[in-house]
């Protein structure tokens, strides 16, 4: 989807994206064990671009996601980091001030509305909450937002409810409803996983649209690369908590530094020939239940070696706005320790760590 060229200073002029998100480490603590469902994951989203979180199942985007909407429930907690929504801290206490800023889209339609209440109720209940609009044009207004959305016939369709919607414009009905709370960033979470092939481009093309003409940002979370080549500006890869390669969609795709990454884009159907693809990444994510004292994916890894399960590795420059969280990249990480060194005369910059959120 379109990016700015330039970020737009927010509306108090500082250069604040207008998400940040900061180390945040989101834990469940059971009786057993304490699980880093997200350990220590940053990144931001500036206005008007599309930023994408990628990872297989359990990877910890859903937590990531419900953890910038204050929607952690017991017995998660956000344990650590920081969240900024145009430069104000959310964590604590501060989510309702920008309840309506922030709007989410989950991937089950069905479960994102309520049976027992007609699509335009329920819309039309989220214009009361947050433009205070009431009546006649809160009526006209929920209309407005299903045609905008694509529904045809929404003069009708407004009075229908829930069960009487197709999956696809289900998940329309639900976006009207995410966009009646009239948000800066819509948070979309595998929005398009349970539809069909043909539908889920459409609800792609629709973001797109609704993206250029609201100057939307969006966080797109999906455990599909190809997904994240239709849609994303910038990518975050997820493994096990943590973010583990960030960089420019075409950067990722032309240039993949994490074995992760290269094995998710592997698995990418179409992009090889079916005969030709390599067997998606052995085994599942591990849950994230220790501080890692090796790299996470090290015993999935066709590439670790003997440090892989000794260290655990930071974020390592691998391009302009391109990370990688592994010890393949070992050679940039002397070279940026050397160049820290005094007296040294590597050239600094060329291989600094970003910190990128990781230990
Ligand atoms: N309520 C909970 N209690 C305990 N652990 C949880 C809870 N919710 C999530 N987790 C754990 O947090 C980790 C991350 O889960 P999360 O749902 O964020 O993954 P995901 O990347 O969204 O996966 P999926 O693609 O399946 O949606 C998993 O190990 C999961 O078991
Ligand atoms: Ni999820």
């Not at 966080?219 to 990518?235: K, N, S």
């Not at 655990?312 to 391009?319: A, S």
Request: aromatic fraction near 4%; proline fraction near 6%; charge should be negative.
């Amino acid at each position: 989807m379109g990016t700015r060229e330039t970020p737009q200073a927010n509306a108090a002029g500082s250069d604040d994206p207008l998400l940040a998100v900061e180390n945040l480490t989101t834990v469940f603590n059971t009786d057993k064990e304490t699980i880093h469902a997200v350990d220590g994951v940053s990144f931001d989203v500036r206005e008007g671009e599309t930023v994408g979180v990628v990872g297989e199942s359990g990877s910890g985007k859903s937590v990531t996601a419900r953890s910038i909407l204050g929607l952690v429930e017991r017995p998660g907690v956000i344990e650590s980091g920081s969240i900024r929504f145009r430069g104000d801290e959310l964590t604590g206490d501060n989510w309702d001030r920008y309840r309506g800023d922030i709007s989410i889209v989950f991937q089950d339609p069905i479960n994102s509305m309520n049976p027992v209440y007609t699509v335009g109720n329920q819309i039309r209940e989220a214009l009361r909450i947050h433009q205070g609009l009431r009546g006649q044009d809160a009526r006209e207004e929920a209309i407005r937002l299903l045609e905008e959305v694509g529904i045809p016939d929404a003069r009708r369709r407004v009075g229908e409810y829930p069960h009487q919607f197709s999956g696809g414009m289900r998940q329309r009905a639900v976006i009207a409803m995410a966009l009646a709370c009239d948000p800066d960033l819509l948070v979309c979470d595998e929005p398009t996983t349970a539809l069909d092939v043909t539908i889920q481009a459409q609800i792609l093309e629709l973001l797109d649209e609704l993206q250029r003409e609201e100057d939307l940002a969006i966080l797109f979370i999906t455990h599909d690369m190809g997904v994240i080549e239709d849609t994303a500006d910038r990518v975050n890869v997820m493994y096990a908590g943590e973010v583990v390669e960030r960089a420019p969609v075409d950067q990722l795709f032309d240039s993949p530094a994490h074995p992760y990454t290269r094995g998710l884009l592997a698995s990418i159907p179409g992009q090889t020939a079916e005969s030709d693809r390599l067997p998606t990444i052995g085994g599942e994510v591990p849950t994230p239940t220790a501080e890692p004292t090796d790299c996470r994916f090290a015993d999935r890894c066709p590439e670790a070696f003997d440090a892989c399960e000794q260290v655990h590795p930071d974020h390592v420059r691998i391009g302009s706005d391109h990370t990688a969280a592994c010890l393949l990249h070992e050679d940039r990480y002397d070279r940026q320790l050397s160049a820290s060194g005094a007296g040294d005369d590597t050239p600094a910059g060329d291989a600094a760590v970003d910190g990128g959120g990781q230990r």
